[in-house]
């Protein structure tokens, strides 16, 4: 019996190789996971104490931020808090208890994701689970570690015109060194982002498919089953920047996502900490995958003239790994596991769906993309005002106690598609609700009143797509 660092109090027997009676954290693996609580995004709210916050004298905080970054609930800072408290030691190195411990809570992380991930074979798939600084990370060590060494001169790798910049940036790399030629899927006419338009770009030179699961400026998703089933069509490897989708969409109970040769997230966008993130690969992906970083910990064998790499996933985890970080992300998942994740994803969808359509009949407001009906908004809505630039609109909200994000949101090329600098966002969790989109509606229609009708430096002429009415 192994103490566990998710549950205060609590004994639970942690996974290893051998046990017959295993648990991920505090869950079953292989089995149901433990019972989901009914949703109660106020309930859920009171787990979070940084939403508990006022930002100004008599302003409390309303975060419509969950794109950029999660709140953490406190079961994500008690798991950091005793881990560095109880057994801050190092993983894979020392043979004392407090290092014991600290291992065997690090490769458990590993299984929770797979089972977040819809594995049905969670500490079977926790070897695919490679754990990194970020998504960006992740997205990196695919484009130099397996294709930086595969792809050639006239080879094709597929992308959308909405990538953010951490899945476009290492293609482009790839292709200034390689000549690898990058392909974009368009937005069709009505500002959407469409299956049917990466169809359209795939042919048979394409080796890799590398695309968003869920726009973080659209908030819109694409299928990764189609996108696998389409990838093996033409032989191309399929990568899928998961970093918004991992947290909104409810992942398949069949492990479908993990048909994907890569999917990369970040756990902070879950709540987990920052300075993780996650690589999940199929086996023979990562064995052919290259390291990008060379040090302790991804070694089997080093001569002075020779270096032998261990079994992945520690073959890519060179030097101390993030292991409070990896703990506390596995605690964010056994949390946000409580509930139910088909209802969260409708109740964040619902949010989104309501405030696109409130700021789309404001007089001066226009969405990004399609307009308010016209998609599935998974949790985001990005919108410009004619007479308020983003930064002064985020700044202007900010003195309501309303984060929103302005900015380009590490989607230049998207912006540019669409004739815009920057807009602005906002973004939804579990833990908001009605309450705080009418905040939202209120501090917008103030700014438009306070800024007046002239128009703001900010491009705005050239943006047709997606006029909402
Ligand atoms: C769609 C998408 N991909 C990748 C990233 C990069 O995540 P990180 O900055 O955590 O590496 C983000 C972050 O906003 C994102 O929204």
Redesign the pocket.
Known sequence: MRWDPNREGRDVIMASDGDKNRTVGNAPVGSARQERRGFDSRAMRAAFPALHREVHPGKPLVYLDS??TAPKPQAVLDAVRRYDAEFPANVHRGIHTLAEEATEAYEAARATVAAWLGSTDPLGDASRVVFVK???EALNLVALGWAGSRLEKGDEVVLTVAE?H??LVPWRMLAERRGVTLRYADLDAEGRLTFEAVEAVVSERTLVLAV?GL??ILGTSLPVDRLVALGRSVGAAVVV?L??AAGRLPAPVNGGWLEADFLAF?G??LGGPTGV?VLVGRPERLEETEPILGGGGMIARVDLDAVTWTEPPHKFEAGTPPIAQAIGLAAAIDFLDQFDRVAIAAHEQRLAQRAARELAALDGVRLVGAGADRVERHGIVSFVCDAVHPHDLAQWADADGVAIRAGHH?GQPLHRRLGLTASARASFGPYNDDADVDCLIATVRSALARFGRHRATVAVGSHRIGTPR
Request: aromatic share 0%.
């Open positions: 794109a950029a970020n998504a960006t953010h951490a899945n968003t726009s973080n920047d970093a918004q970040s902070h966008k993130g590490c």
